[in-house]
Each structure stands twice: as C-alpha cells, then as structure tokens.
C-alpha cells in the first residue's frame, strides 16, 4: 500500500501539477517508464513515496526561487547526462527531456570530457561507479579544464563519508540512489537556475568591464582635454609662449614670495627693434616667423625656473627668481647677442635678420621698489632708454 504519508504527498505533488509515480518495495512495475527501463528493472533507482514529504520540503525551501531573469526562459538548457548503464541513461533521459531539456549522453568520465571539450553543456549529471574514469576523477577535470559548469553527482551509496568524497571533488550537489524523478527534476532545476546567473552575470560582468574601459578611455580624453583647455588659457596661441595674463599672476605671487623669503627677482622687457618695417616689407606670415623664432631662443636661454612670456604685440618678458641685477644684464646681453646673429629663412633665397631691445630690472632685498608694478615700470623705463640710445642693446635700471 501507499500509506497516508505517500497519498499526502502525491496529492499534493498532483495540486501541483506535477506528475506522480507511485511504487513501494514489492513493485515490480512504474507507470510512466520506458518498456525497456521497467524490465531491467530502473525501478530501484526510484526511493518511496515515504519520501515525497521530504522533496517536497525541499522545492518549497530552495528549488524554486521565485526570482526572475536569471536566463533566457526561450533558451533550451543541455544536460550531459554521464552513466555507464543504458538503463539509468535511459532513465534519466526520460526524465530530463520530459523538463525540456536537450540532452546529450557520455557512458564514462573520459567520454564526458570529449563532448565537454566539443561543447559545454549547462549541467553535468555524473554517476560515480564507472568504468576507465569514475565520477570523482572526472568532476575533478571538468573543475580543473573548463570555467563554472555545474555538476550533479549520482551516487549509489548515501553515507557521510561518500556525501563529502563527491563534494571534494567539486560536486556542486550530490543525489543518492534511490530518488524520485521530482527530486531528480528540483535538483536539476535549482543548479540550472545558478548556471543561467552565473552565466548572466559572467556577461553583465564583461559588459561592465567593456563599460568601465570606456569611462577610464573617456576620463583620460576628458583629463586631456581639460589640460590643452588650461594651456590654451594662459599661453599664447602664435609662440606657445605664456600669454600676458598668466605672467601677471604668477609675476604677483613671484614678487610675494622675493618680499617674503628676502630674495632677489628680476625681469627684462624684451622688444623687437623696427617690427612694423619687418610686417611691412615682408608681411605678417614673416613677421609671425620673426616672433615665433625669438621665443625659441628665449626659451633656450633661461632656466627651468624661468618664465617666458608675450607681453603683448612684438613685445616680449622675462621672469628670473632669484636673479640678481647684474647676472639678469648679463643673460639679457647674451640674448641680443644671439638674436643679432640669426636670420629667420622665409624661402631658398630670403632670409630676414632682426635685432632687439632690452630693458632689465630687479628688486632687491634692500632695495625701494615697493611692489610688482614698480618693479615691471623700471624694466619699462630701461628698455626705453635702450631704444633711445640707439636700439639693439640692453639696459639695467
């Protein structure tokens, strides 16, 4: 008979939907199993409905989630069903494919890793006693060759010591005979389910890194961006030297800082002598050549510390710390004497020479300039003493 606890639970499994195979220990014949199946007698691999209680508990506790989109509900999910008996394969063909499942089988663990290494399946369900490779060496493979591939070992013995021998291995859950197909089915269900998570958040996870790559790519276009932006709001846009605003705040907080520390400071005004003849008899191309040029060798003069900058039109200056009147005079002649002696080629055949005019000032510590303005007047009033005095020369205040 059936007894209370069975008919409890079938009814109950029935409410549910779910299909019913009813057998106790002198059944010699289940419903709903292959001819072949029930006459090599697979009905010993199916427990009592004694256990239906028990599986049920199980589903209602952890095989059905109820949370949605942990795979593609159109995808057919493959189970390698792996066993060296035609009647337990046969069996659990029966009861797999019934799930929807598309089912492919292997009779050893050597025969299981072929089709794995042709194609991953999204479970493995991995009987233990086999032949060649038993089901602990090849989950063992399957955990060392491939990436996160579920496996459910069968096992035929339910003993502590086996439970933990296959979970050694890398089994993700293990089933002894006899089971019920419900069980079987909630079981597979379950382990499905996490492979079609891990799986969903194996792509979420490269589409985050694909996205990530792109903000890093997009912060770094963004960082240079922001820098050439910076640069081009304090240099100038023909000599890429710095452009007259940038000079006046760092010549204020330079000048602070000579007051502060009791150092020297110098600047010298650098003007290009008869410019306007250069434009004129020449154009502005040539002139913007002239300019471009002068700011070369500027730059190479100075230190690293130095500041060069336009000051406006073919005026050009010079921010020395630490630089004392006379060492600054002699830069600024060193200078006029470099630029006397280049020639700027504007074709094969043309080359235009310059020269320039050069006024230089320092504070010193000791000294009466009051502030940075009065510092950049008397450098002003040196070069306008330079072009008095006949032009390509250099004068301290």
Known sequence: ???????????????????????????????????????????????????????????????????????????????????????????????????????????????????????????????????????????????????????????????????????????????????????????????????????????????????NKELERMAKALNRANKELTLLSVTDGLTKSYNHRHFQERFKAEFARAERYGTFLSVILIDIDHFKKVNDTYGHPVGDQVLVRLVEILQESVRKEDLVARYGGEEFVLMLPETSGPRSLLLARRIRERVESELVRIDAGLAVAFTVSLGVACYEPSGQIANAEELIAKADAALYRAKENGRNRAELA
Not at 48 to 68: F, H, K, M, Q, T
């Open 1 to 211: 008979g059936i007894g209370s606890d069975g008919a409890e639970g079938a009814a109950a499994i029935r409410k549910a939907g779910g299909e019913v195979i009813a057998q106790d220990e002198e059944t010699s014949i289940v419903f709903g199993m292959p001819r072949a199946v029930i006459e090599k007698g697979a009905a010993t691999h199916i427990a009592p409905l004694g256990r239906i209680p028990l599986v049920l508990a199980d589903i209602v506790s952890g095989g059905e989630s109820g949370e949605e989109g942990y795979g593609d509900k159109d995808v057919v999910q493959e189970v390698l069903v792996v066993d060296d008996s035609p009647t337990m394969r046969a069996m659990l063909y029966d009861i797999l494919s019934a799930g929807g499942h598309r089912i492919r089988q292997a009779e050893n663990g050597r025969i299981a890793l072929e089709e794995i290494a042709q194609k991953e399946p999204d479970l493995v369900v991995l009987d233990v006693m086999m032949p060649e490779m038993d089901g602990h060496a090849a989950c063992k493979k399957i955990r060392e060759l491939h990436g996160y591939i579920p496996v459910l070992m069968v096992t035929a013995k339910g003993a502590a010591e086996d439970l933990v021998k296959g979970l050694e291995a890398g089994a993700d859950d293990i089933i002894a005979k006899p089971f019920e197909p419900i069980e079987l089915s909630a079981r597979v269900s379950s382990l499905l389910r996490i492979r079609a998570l891990h799986q969903r958040l194996y792509t979420q996870n490269i589409e985050l890194e694909s996205k």
